[in-house]
């Protein structure tokens, strides 16, 4: 194989005088995984840029080598806030549902880390736990801390202390940096109605500022998801079991200003805000995708926050999308689930990321509200169907995107492992609907010229984990992933050679 640096000193080199058009030299016949890489050199040398077919195969070949490169708990049990004259652990409310409370009383809810965030510039990690623990690391501290974190002998965990950690009676659900401050951030949990929001410079474990639902107007159980828009007229948004989304704004004070939804009862589970605030997307448990217009209309009804002030302007049934692509309908059943979660891309605000709670993942284009790509992990025992609820049927996933906007990262939800999904916005993408056997990296049949073979690339790489992750995030300069686990501990990943 031909040397890698010499094909990029001789593409840099201009040439000094025309020569004839020759043809180009065949390539020596090789297997393996480093002839993607010097194909994709050669392309850049003769057109001046790297094909899509040769970007999803060198990006394959990128999330190939990563692993598990440390393994801390997200706080430790000899801290002041855990030890046990503090608050007794918050009591799980009657009215969640019957798949939350089954999966606390077998201890899967004990300490699981469900939300994980890195604020903008990658500097601190923000995590919180359906313990009540909200817990701030130094991303430094915890990529140079790679010896993994054990339980000895008396039950006294060593590893990494978080630089501020907060424990609080909620069963939270979710953590949120604010977009434009990297000290403030937000909770809210399934155990109350109410937003807290935490200035990280100067609380003492109490919020600066706290936002509820007025008692009178609530039916339900808890928040699930929430959001502090950085441009527009509201500053907090969240979503509730009792199937509304709350709308906060300064004028309204504590309480919210405007109520969206029809209050079906069924949870909206996930929300996304555009980067112009103009559209808020809300993800269901009836599987449904809701997009809301926040601009609201100029009559003076609608500018006294009456309930048609954002009318929904988009809905998209998951399931019957799917069902719109015929060879996956052949290929398998398509089961009812809910959208556990639903991520913007931030490299293009038309496609919509959703993870469903039967394990599947997929894009949805928002111009043309149809599903252009799709992962369909098999299920733990491949002779059963596809479960609806997922893994332990109480913890919902919180998966992100890549900052490359081309790869999609979640929890496995048979086993413990992380997928790295390749959704390559190019029809050489092996999730693309559209995507056939000769448009996956390279044509797997042999090349009768050169002899070569290239096997078909995969749909995900998935890297192998100590637990089972809950939520990911990742950084936005590095492609480090910091993902959180039901047993309570952070996992850092990252590329593992040397």
Known sequence: ??????????????????????????????????????????????????SSKHEVSLTNLQWSSYRQVACHPQCLPEHPALQSDGPPPPALPMLLNFQQRFSHLLGLRRHCVVSTQLDSHGDLVLSASTSGKIALHDFAMLRESSSCAVLDEESQYRGLDPILLIASDRRLEKARWHPNNDNLFATVAASDRSVYLYDAQYTQGAPYQTLSVPAASWQGVGLTDMALPAKGSYNAIATAQNGHVYLWDQRGGSAPRTKLGMGSGFSMNSLQLSDDANMLLVGTQTGDVVGYDLRGGTSAAMALGSGGQHPAVLEVAVRQALMQLPELEQQTSIPRSSVQSINLNHKDCNRLAFHLASGWSGVLDLRSQAVTHVHCPPPADATQPVHQYGRSGGERQQPCWMPDGASFCVGEAAGTGLHIVDFHPSSHSPCHVGCTANQIGFAPAKDATSGWHAPTLPSAVTIPVTSAITSVTAHPDTDEIVAGTEAGRLLLLANGCS
Do not use: N, W, Y
């Not at 000193?9 to 297997?31: N, V, Y």
């Open 1 to 50: 194989m031909p040397d890698i640096r010499q094909l990029f000193l001789a593409s840099s080199k201009a040439p000094s005088e025309e020569l004839p058009t020759a043809a180009p030299a065949k390539l020596p016949a090789t297997s393996s995984c480093t002839d993607h890489l010097t194909r994709a050199v050669v392309d850049t040398s003769l057109h001046g840029r790297v």
